[in-house]
């Protein structure tokens, strides 16, 4: 099942910056994990969507603010 999904999704045709924000959303940033690895995952995975500027200035803000405050948490 993962080797058809993984096809299906290689195979289409999306083309530019919007329809990639579309399909992903913006929904990852600002998101929090639940454990440092969690939350070293998430960031690697929105760190170059904010590199492109796939993801818009403040989203990019919201995301390392809320990262930093979840790390704060996870080392009490």
């Known amino acids: ?8 999704c290689t195979t289409s045709d999306v083309s530019g ?3 990639l924000r579309s399909a ?3 929904s990852l940033p600002g998101a929090q994990g639940k454990t440092v690895a969690d939350q070293n995952k998430i960031d690697r995975t929105v760190a170059p969507g904010c590199a492109v500027k796939l993801y818009t200035r403040a989203e990019c803000d919201l995301h390392t603010k809320a990262s ?9």
Request: no cysteine.
């Open 1 to 8: 099942m993962s080797a058809l999904t993984l096809a299906a």
């Open 24 to 26: 992903l959303g913006s």
């Open 68 to 76: 930093a405050a979840r790390r704060a948490e996870l080392k009490s």
């Open 17 to 19: 910056v919007a329809p």
